[in-house]
């Protein structure tokens, strides 16, 4: 393996109309939040029964998957495999901007987003989302100090040790986001301990599979060499872990198949949840975990760019439906105050909470989305994120073996 | 509360005998001012020596009655803008039908100011609160609207204001973007004077709510908790809720 050589990307005119392009839905969804606060919450999809809504689902997503992009970095410096440690900067990156695109849309779709400072003056530290403000913050310190350690040549000595306390921050961190629901007792949909590690599983999924999109656009883009080697790793990993959610969500819902108490929401979520039970089966299941699975391990899809590409994406997606299922899915089935009574009140007792997202509320979860991107973008510009090469012979320790093996 | 004073409140208002919604809201101050002289000083704090809480007997509550709900909405003035799905509701009756035997009751359902409240648990600010004496608010000059209480409360007994408020109440302030429920009327509470939920049901003779300290043995809804079985709504939660229910 040659020493890796770090460049920025270079500017000019597509560059600057990619930023455009990017920048026009930051300020989209600047305006949404505006128009959202000035008229309050009623102009969009949610109400008193479902109180978060798509904004929500754009924002955790976005979360989850900024701890998981981190784990291209982890990779590399906890578990000492080479092969990643050029992708490592762009990881740690991503895991910033990722996580700064969520909090956007967190923050500008709070009831009183103006009062953010009072956010991070009280703390409740019996609450969770309290924690995880401090947890939020604290990443990005923590990345922030890794990325510097990895990108100053005199500090290179305590990656590893940068890269361990970002690995078991990123641990804490997800789990405290999956404990957000985890700890609510009120709806049948949570209040269980799966989610935590649920979380964990699923940010590898999703911030994996942003990451290989992210590697295979930038690097088309700007005419790098990207090695098959280094991609079909990440491939076969990113298989591994759409397998691993698939295990979770399998425990998950025979655990409350089992228990009678949660045969209401089950059969809601799994048969006659509307909306949500097709969200779940076709975009979640289908769609975003056996077709990307099938796709990245069949024999000639699987070394395809192209196909991985569709396969990440398909992830992604089915990433935000599986959201839209826990997240709105789990508002909407009534709450059981009453076991074995059909309740009926003027506010939506006993019945499906009702909720369509509206075009503020999608045009803001974009913004987080582009608000991630744009900083991405802006970073690999400016800083030597990026290695000149990711061809093979570059990067991969085991080329010159295979090499010779093929040659034999 | 003493029943001397939930007395002088029904004298004033027989007093008043027909007179209508405004003439009673006229009255009101009038009450107020009377009662404040035995109210405790408004410098001394609120004690945990005393548990406000409220039973309600479900066999009394009328099926037709919406009288607690629409004193509420007077009091704090949360008159909505005609879109239900948005408008907040502090109390609301609520209908239950056995799906075993088709028996039917009603109730009404409101914040049930919880010892251990989720709501409290959850608030990353600590906007929402409990005071010493078991009423669970929100101050809404700390509340940043994350609506994470809503999530977490089982009763679904909080409200989001989603709209631009006018002419509010005073003593009941309340602000687009934060969440509110339920206060136990504690401006009338603090003044010794029950809440208006519980004098409307009074007023129509239903008496199906009783309003009190439940740490004063001698209390009327000590004395009725102990004689009669009563139940918490989600009693598996051991929320030890300060809203209790007979006959369901």
Redesign the interface.
Known sequence: MKDIVFKEIDGGKPFYLLLGFIGFFVLAALGSAWYM?H????VTG????I??GTPHVFAVFLIVAASGALNVASISSVFQKTAYKPLARLSGLLAIALLAGGLAILVLD????D??I??MT???F?????WN?ILYIGFMAVVAIYLWMMMERKMNKFTRVAGFSAFIWRLILTTGTGS?FG?????QAYDTAILAPMFIIMSFAFGLAIFILVLLGIYKWSDRPLGDSILFRLKNLLGVFIGAVLYFVLTYHLTNLYITENHGVEQFILMDGGVYTKLFWIVQILLGSLLPLALLYHPSTGKSRGWIGIASLLVIIGGLAQMYVIIIGG?AYP?E??P??????????GITG?YTPSLPEIILGMGGIAVALAATFVGVRVLRFLPSTLADDAVDPHYPAREAEASA | MSEESNIDIYRRRFMSGTATAAAGLAVAPGVMLTEVARAKPADQAVSSDIRWGMLIDTNKCNEGCNDCVTACNEEHNLEG?G???????WI?????????TGNIQTLP?LCQHCEHP?C????????SFKREDGIVLVDKH???????C???????A???????LQDQMPYSPRG????ESCTFCVHRVDEDILPACVVACKEENHNAITFGDMNDPDSEISQQLKQHSSRQ??AD?ELNTGVRYRG?
């Open positions: 606060e008229n309050g919450h009623w949610m109400n008193n029964q109180v978060w709070l009831g009183r987003p009062r953010l009072v956010a009280y703390y409740n019996k609450s969770i989302f309290a403000i957000i700890f609510l007792v009120a709806r508002q709450m105050m009453f074995g009574k059909e309740v009926v009140s003027s506010f939506a007792d009702s | 803008f879109r239900p799905a948005t408008d907040a509701q609301r009756k609520v209908t239950l039908k056995d799906k075993q359902m989720p409290v648990d959850v608030c990353p600010t600590g906007a700390i509340c940043i609207g994350c609506r994470y809503m999530m977490a409360c089982p009763y679904k909080r409200s989001f204001v989603h709209e631009k687009k973007g934060t969440v709504v989600r939660l369901i």
